[in-house]
């Protein structure tokens, strides 16, 4: 049973997002490439109400991901100051300072500088280091990675495989069953509660 489907604009070509229910109550999404939505990309959640309860689908595939440029003159007027300096120049925000450490909310993270959905609440576990942590992201190709010296021992970087922003780090010694914590600065992130 088709739920609803949602495409907006014509500002980009992704794909068309398509929101099934299977016969076990699970909701599931399905996509059609080569159709133009909006610059969001988002998932529209509010067709995922299945009687009085909305749920989260359980999973999103994401179709082949087209790079987003921009000069560094556009990234400082799409970002706030904060964001810019963690997605473009690969800086760190305080711990404990952004709420999304803190969120318990169900819903999707979005990347603050391109919106690719990157991370679950589903994924979300508290790892006491004031940043929001997930043990995988929400597909393994919406991150790429990169080996990070910055601090004399050798760090994996996180970046968004869209827009290439500095997203955080990813460690290992995370939660099963990854193993893996991803370390992510709070302000990278845009949350869209479902």
């Known amino acids: 049973m088709t739920l609803g489907a949602y495409h907006e604009g014509l500002q980009s070509e992704f794909a068309r997002r398509t929101i099934f229910m299977t016969h076990s109550g699970r909701v599931t999404v399905s ?19 299945v009687g009085r309860r909305a749920q989260m689908p359980s999973q999103i595939q994401i179709d082949p991901i087209v790079k ?31 709420p999304l450490h803190d969120n318990h909310e169900s819903g999707i993270y979005y990347c603050a500088g391109c919106d690719l959905p990157l991370f679950s609440s589903e994924h979300k576990f508290d790892s006491g ?58 302000v990278a992130l845009k949350f869209v509660a479902g």
């Open 129 to 186: 280091t004031g940043w929001p942590s997930f043990w995988q992201p929400i597909d393994p190709r919406v991150v790429e990675t990169r080996t990070d010296f910055k601090l004399f021992l050798p760090r994996t970087e996180i970046h968004c495989a869209r827009c290439e922003g500095h997203q955080g780090h990813v460690f290992k010694d995370g939660p099963k069953p990854t193993g893996l914590r991803y370390c992510i600065n709070g």
């Open 68 to 98: 987003v440029t921009k000069t560094d003159e556009e990234w400082k007027k799409h970002l706030s100051a904060a964001a810019y300096r963690v997605l473009r120049h690969e800086d760190t925000e305080r711990p404990f300072v952004n």
């Open 31 to 49: 996509f059609e490439s080569h159709v133009r939505i909006g610059r969001t990309g988002r998932l529209n959640t509010s067709c995922l109400t």
